[in-house]
Antibody, heavy 119, light 107 residues
Framework: QVQLQESGPGLVKPSQTLSLTCSIS??????????WNWIRQPAGKGLEWIGL???????KYNPSLRSRLTISIDSSKSQFSLELTSVTAADTAVYYC???????????WGQGTLVTVSS | DIQMTQSPSSLSASLGDRVTITCRAS??????LSWYQQKPGKAPKLLIY???ILPSGVPSRFSGSGSGTDFTLTISSLQLEDFATYYC?????????FGGGTKVDIK
């Protein structure tokens, strides 16, 4: 059974960088049949796709975040990561990692982690 | 970007009711359409992928149909555990986009 777990600071100051890691167990990041997503959800609102990374390291980003966003992968550690620079209160959300594959972007999800941007 | 429009945004229904939620894409997504169920404080759960395929473990009262731009999620007989918010998502092209969600609550 594949499991994903997000980790990182729950509080980030405005203008600083938000950094999160997603750790995978029960599966391999090297499997070319899958890709790895970050998705977020502000309180009481809908889901927003942030970006994805393939095992090759190729990425696709949401254009609305591209200038501030870096997603990276470390297959040796079974982890992929998110860095979002110059954060504001608008970046406050629950952040999820999820596995995508054939014809779906989210067959397995992490439990989510709340990140609050506040001074 | 492909816009995904869900309707209705909310609905009230009774146990045993048949419930239908629609999702429309601003351009064709083929069958690259997934449906998720989300309960408060929980991560979304995959209900349907490839527009109509149920993952293992999803009850057969859930069904999906459609292709191209118009899709439907149907719950044939609403159960207590089905009261939740439902989202569609296209994975045809980046940026991957979600519908705005449909909240199903108890009448």
């Amino acid at each position: 059974q594949v499991q994903l777990q997000e980790s990182g600071p729950g509080l980030v100051k405005p203008s600083q960088t938000l950094s999160l890691t997603c750790s995978i167990s029960g599966g391999s990041l090297n499997n070319n049949n899958y890709y790895w997503n970050w998705i977020r959800q502000p309180a009481g609102k809908g889901l927003e796709w942030i970006g994805l990374i393939y095992s090759s390291g190729r990425t696709k980003y949401n254009p609305s975040l591209r200038s501030r966003l870096t997603i990276s992968i470390d297959s040796s550690k079974s982890q992929f990561s998110l860095e979002l620079t110059s954060v504001t209160a608008a970046d406050t959300a629950v952040y999820y990692c999820a596995r995508g594959g054939w014809n779906t972007a989210g067959d397995y999800w992490g439990q989510g982690t709340l990140v609050t941007v506040s001074s | 970007d492909i816009q995904m429009t869900q309707s209705p945004s909310s609905l009230s229904a009774s146990l045993g009711d048949r419930v239908t939620i629609t999702c429309r894409a601003s351009q064709s997504v083929g069958n690259y359409l997934s449906w998720y169920q989300q309960k408060p404080g929980k991560a979304p759960k995959l209900l349907i992928y490839a527009a109509s395929i149920l993952p293992s473990g999803v009850p057969s009262r859930f069904s999906g149909s459609g292709s191209g731009t118009d899709f439907t999620l149907t719950i044939s007989s609403l159960q207590l555990e089905d009261f939740a918010t439902y989202y569609c998502q296209q994975s045809s092209s980046a940026p991957l986009t979600f519908g705005g969600g449909t909240k199903v609550d108890i009448k």
